[in-house]
Each structure stands twice: as structure tokens, then as C-alpha cells.
């Protein structure tokens, strides 16, 4: 714990100087979180735009076939998928971001990105969709490749980072 400078100390201009760089340790301490929130966010909308697009068009598809209007299909995937996506979707920064630590982080981020897709089909199953494997085959490939893309793109900020 740092000691508080006593008001004498203080009003010198020693005692503003210390001040300063101690408030300019602070706004560095905000600005790396700041940065850290929105590249999460980032993050998350990519995985939500994905996966909600994947559902819309099944949907919309889905529509088209029985002759119904694919915009509405499309459109009610995936305003319905859009909300829920976005807090589930989050694990997906958060678990990277402790796998890019690691030598094989595209390989965890493959198999953590299975995983959660088993959990989507689990909820398919539970909530009676009428065919969840063929639902969930577009998806979990569009997750994999999202998932890949997140991998490449971090490892090569990493690396940019290094050099």
C-alpha cells in the first residue's frame, strides 16, 4: 500500500509531480481495461452476428422450401437467436483469451468451440427442435471456421506485438 503524502509534501512541487505520475499509472490501468472490454465485445458480436446469421438462413431456407417467405424465417431466427447469443456468446473471448496462453491454443480453441456447440445441440434436443443434428451441422462448421478466424487473428496481433 502506498502512504499518503502529507499535505506539506503535498503542495510542493515534488509532491505534484509523484501525484501526476501516479494519476497517469491510473488512466494506463482504464485504458488497458477499456481495451480488454471492447475487444470482447468485439468478439462477442462476431460469434452472435455469426451464429445468428447461420440460424437465420436455416430458417429462412426452411421457409423457402415450404413455400413461406424466406425474409421471415430469416428475420425470426435471427432476431430470436440475436439476444440469448449475445450473453452465451462470451465465453467464447473469455475461454480464448486463457487459451492463447497456451502452445496449442487453435486445437483448445477447436475443442473448446465443440464443446459449446454440444451444448447448443443438448439445447435443441431439450427444446424439441424437429431435426437438432441437421440444425446444428451448419453451425458448428461456421463455428469452427469463426473459431479459426478468432485464433489467426490473435496470434497475429501477438506476434505483431513481438516484433
Request: charged content about 25%; aromatic content about 12%; hydrophobic content about 35%.
Amino acid at each position: 500500500m502506498e502512504k499518503k503524502m502529507k499535505l506539506k509534501k503535498y503542495l510542493t512541487k515534488q509532491g505534484w509531480k509523484e501525484d501526476w505520475n501516479q494519476t497517469k499509472k491510473d488512466f494506463k490501468k482504464v485504458g488497458k481495461l477499456t481495451k480488454k472490454a471492447g475487444e470482447t465485445i468485439y468478439w462477442d458480436l462476431y460469434y452472435t452476428t455469426g451464429y445468428s446469421s447461420m440460424a437465420g438462413l436455416g430458417n429462412g431456407v426452411a421457409n423457402a422450401q415450404k413455400g413461406e417467405s424466406f425474409k421471415e424465417g430469416f428475420g425470426e431466427a435471427y432476431v430470436n437467436n440475436f439476444p440469448l447469443g449475445m450473453a452465451v456468446n462470451l465465453a467464447y473471448p473469455i475461454i480464448f483469451n486463457k487459451l492463447k496462453k497456451s502452445k496449442n491454443y487453435r486445437l483448445y480453441a477447436n475443442l473448446a468451440t465443440l464443446g459449446i456447440n454440444t451444448g447448443f445441440l443438448a439445447w435443441h434436443y431439450l427444446t424439441g427442435t424437429e431435426n437438432p443434428i441437421q440444425a446444428m451441422i451448419p453451425n458448428t462448421l461456421a463455428g469452427l471456421a469463426m473459431a479459426n478466424g478468432h485464433v489467426s487473428q490473435t496470434k497475429k496481433k501477438k506476434l505483431e506485438e513481438v516484433i
